[in-house]
């Protein structure tokens, strides 16, 4: 019992001396600058999707606002509306998605220096940046499609006979759980390939579990906080839902950024 004790005890210094470091202090700000850049054309990117699934845009603003803060739901639904689907234009699409990968460039930029490699050529970085971007892409599709659509599935499946009210209950019960996963294997892949250095899957495996869980936990209690507690607009004015959005950005980024350097520390102190 003791060890244990003192292994928890050594761990919270540990995470407190990681918090404390320059790079902390650095990235978190950078990556979350490049991050409100990308909210435009990535909205673009999104709108065009929905509109060549023939989806309806209920199906995103419903997500945003159930999901997300509401002063970030605010500012984020009013960036979609402003986006029209357009044609399907390939230079329209390289431009968005150029644009949109600002913030996984600037992601590849930080990992690199945390893991102290070499910074590659601008070319290769853009073209993994945007793979990067594509993984997050889909994995936005993906967590609308399942949280939006699954009712609808459903509800499809009830006409279909008896088997509704299991497949309704399964639906229920696995879907958050899922989602969780999805995310937790996004962010171990983008944790794996974004340094420009190679690195064991298996050595980011608590850094991506506690990103997942932290970005959860905090964009639900921070919905909860700015929604019923603080009083941005005293302050800010119309302003308000802008620094709302700011500053939840701001603590995802953090949290990502303490999460790598968890797997670094922790890759680090293995190979000595």
Known sequence: MKKKS????????????????????????????????????????????VSKLSLSFDSISTFITHYLPSGVADVLLSI?????????????IITALYLAAKATHSVIVASTQIYNGKQRDFLR???KAILILIILIILAVSVVGILYFGNRIINYLSE????????????????????IFMI?????????????VNIPS??????????????????????????NIANYTKF?????????????IYWLCYIFVFGMTINEYRLTNKKE
């Open 6 to 49: 003192e292994k928890i005890k050594g761990s919270i210094r540990q995470n407190i001396a990681l918090m404390n470091t320059p790079l902390m202090s650095i990235l978190p700000g950078q990556i979350s600058f490049f991050v409100i850049l990308s909210i435009i054309p990535l909205a673009s990117i999104l709108v065009m999707i």
């Open 80 to 92: 979609f509306e402003q986006q029209q689907a357009g044609v399907f234009d390939v230079v329209f």
């Open 125 to 127: 970085t853009r073209i």
């Open 160 to 179: 279909v006979g008896g088997i509704y009210p299991f497949a309704y209950w399964v639906y229920k019960i696995l879907r958050w759980p899922f989602v």
């Open 184 to 196: 937790f294997i996004t962010i171990k892949v983008v944790y794996t390939i974004a340094p420009n």
């Open 202 to 227: 298996s050595s980011v495996n608590k850094g991506a579990l506690l990103t997942t869980v932290v970005w959860g936990v905090s964009t639900y209690a921070y919905s909860f906080y700015a929604t």
């Open 236 to 248: 800010y004015g119309n302003l308000s839902n802008l620094i709302i959005l700011m500053i939840w």
